[in-house]
DNA sequence: GATGACCGTTCCATATACGGAACGATCCGT
DNA sequence: ACGGATCGTTCCGTATATGGAACGGTCATC
């Protein structure tokens, strides 16, 4: 943004509302630019605005789902992907036996795999964590509720929850099959 | 403020836009009944108000990001969970038949996780991906022989197999149990 | 050093998403 | 039967997200 000096006389540029809002902005204008195509093209081909994606992109907008969408879908990536960095905590309980598989660190975020089983009939709260971090879990059997204490997610075998661990977090079998499931964490680094 | 004089008397409801506002709508809706709370109660204890949550539950609106944050803050679900339905994609080779589960897009590298379901008795190639591609595997049932077609490696129930993914590999069942499987790609960019 | 094509940002009128208030319906307790 | 509480929907003025049209900057080619 290399707008001279400062710009003065014009409306004012409403304040970035949210953290959030700068991220997704933030996420977009990479994804584009690994595309390689300039931010008029994606307007054009996307049929929006340029102000609002500029806006967009820069922080300064509150988007529309339909703004969103119509750039996802440019982009070929979805939605959801706009939105998956969130989130923080920590690890690890006492009830729940995990194996580390593999940890992987990049340049800005870290990630770690566990394989996880949790006995039949056990709970386990863990407190909150570092902001950002997230987990995710693939559950192959049994049933398991997880996630924030005060809205836990209920799955079983065969499918995925995602919880951001900034709040505590709980682990609790259902029924009385043991839980076998893969977690991945992610810690971005600040 | 500029609100013209063409403005017809009437405010017409507005069409339901597309599809995809009319799933968001419902999830909120299951979500909210899930919960246990009236709509009046959901939009005092989100901030907004009951016309914005009302219209939006029934499809007649397009959401802002600003406010889909609060409700789904609110509801204690991750914001990507109501668009679950994008986020879902299957592959499907000759014998692998695999659901993205989540997509990370990092500062260098991004990840894809999947969960496999390798029927007993088949075997499938994959072409080379490109350089400095890998492929993490934990299995959870069955036996794989998976890995560069020329040094496959054998992992069974419980553990965790890693290879580079830049020559063809390959994936094949030992045994006559399904394998079921977790599988983490990662990609670092150029 | 023009000219033209394109870039990203800003200005602005218009369209529309927003919340507050009014509304009819339902369900109490009295 | 009657208030009063709460429900979900609709009405409507206001706030704001939108796209089109400037605008200034950069980079070619002449």
Redesign the pocket.
Known sequence: ????FM?S???T??PALETGTHDVGRRIRLLREEHG?????LARRA????????????G?????L??LW?ITAELGVPLASLLAADTTSVIRGTAVEGVLLQVFEDESVTYELYRLVIPAGSTQVSPAHHEGVTEHMTIFAGVLNAGPVNAPLLAGAGEHITWRSDVPHIYATVGDEDVQASLLIRYPRP
Chains 1, 2 share one sequence.
Not at 47 to 58: F, H, P, Q, V, Y
Not at 60 to 64: A, D, L, V, Y
């Open positions: 943004m290399h707008h001279s710009d006389g014009r409306q540029p409403r195509i300039s931010l008029s093209e049929g929006i605005g340029k102000a609002t994606l500029s806006g967009l992109e820069n300064f907008r509150n988007p529309t339909e703004t119509a």
